[in-house]
């Protein structure tokens, strides 16, 4: 039987002041591809691959990161779940389902805030986007403090041995070949600070955990056990209080687990989609 791959386009959504770049990849329903502050659409080259024989795979690079556009004063995460929404529209994809990691999670939790009922489902990969994790209820808020000064603590060890901490040390040694393929995505995206764009995504990580409820969709998170970026404990105490949330952690991976354990990450959002019926 001769293999036939899936189709394939790509294209620019304009926005008013930035051009966003997307890749379609496959046929079915629609699953969009949010990437973190570390990546662009390309990031994603092991999701895509699996899942567009049976979905539609859009996979776009936010507003400023390579190769899309952003305006002079670097792109503003305030931003994103409107150029999320033009995409959406744009491509008449309709109801979704959204897979998101790190920075993706902002235009996740506000796409579905945004169009209530509209999400399928909602996969938060090591991140928990604009949901506050200092409105967590206890014991775990108590464990953020110490946790940041450690964590700061192991990203500037990472540095000094020239591993970056959005991957982290185990990708780094075991897999050494993917943490520079990696890096290569990452160093793509240049031209503004992304400690900026850090600063003010954490100015808009202000929603208590309890009103995601509003957003009417299937929310699943999937902590990183060794993420030294984003606390990992945050996503099981949010599900606590999230009507129908799931929490499936990812074992044995840094911050960047979908790239790190691909095939562990996608059986994952695979078995959460079948339980969801998306």
């Known amino acids: 039987m001769t293999f036939t791959a899936p189709p394939?386009?790509?294209g620019w959504i304009e926005r008013?002041?930035?051009r966003i770049r997307y890749e379609m990849t496959g046929e079915g329903p629609a699953i969009v591809f949010?990437?973190?502050?570390g990546g662009n659409l390309m990031s994603w080259w092991q999701q895509v691959a699996h899942f567009a024989t049976r979905y539609t795979c859009v996979a776009f690079s936010h507003r400023g990161f390579f190769p899309s556009t952003a305006p002079e004063a670097g792109p503003d995460p305030a931003a994103y779940a409107a150029d999320?929404?033009?995409?959406?529209?744009?491509?008449?994809?309709?109801?979704?389902?959204?897979?998101?990691?790190?920075m993706g999670g902002w235009t996740?939790?506000?796409?579905?805030?945004?169009r209530p009922g509209r999400v399928k489902a909602l996969v938060l990969g090591a991140t928990t986007g604009s949901l506050d994790p200092r409105q967590m209820r206890e014991p775990e808020r108590s464990r953020l403090e110490p946790w940041k000064q450690e964590s700061a603590a192991a990203r500037a060890g990472l540095l000094a041995r020239n591993i970056n901490p959005a991957a982290g040390a185990r990708m780094a040694e075991e897999q050494p070949a993917l943490h520079h393929l990696y890096n290569h995505i990452y160093g793509l995206t240049q031209g503004f600070d992304r400690e900026a764009v850090r600063g003010r995504l954490d100015a808009q990580r202000r929603r208590a955990p309890e009103g995601f409820a509003a957003a009417q969709c299937s929310v699943l998170f999937v902590p990183s056990e060794e993420d030294i970026v984003l606390p990992p404990f945050a996503g099981a105490a949010m599900a606590s209080v999230i009507p129908g949330a799931k929490v499936v952690p990812l074992p044995r991976?840094?911050?960047?687990?979908?790239?790190?354990?691909?095939?562990?990450f996608n059986a994952i959002v695979d078995a959460f989609f079948a339980e969801v019926g998306a």
């Open 34 to 37: 949010a990437h973190g502050l």
């Open 84 to 102: 999320l929404a033009a995409l959406v529209d744009e491509l008449g994809l309709g109801d979704i389902r959204i897979v998101c990691q790190s």
């Open 16 to 18: 008013p002041d930035a």
């Open 253 to 264: 991976a840094g911050h960047s687990g979908h790239f790190e354990r691909a095939a562990e």
């Open 8 to 10: 394939r386009r790509a």
């Open 108 to 114: 996740g939790v506000e796409y579905a805030l945004l």
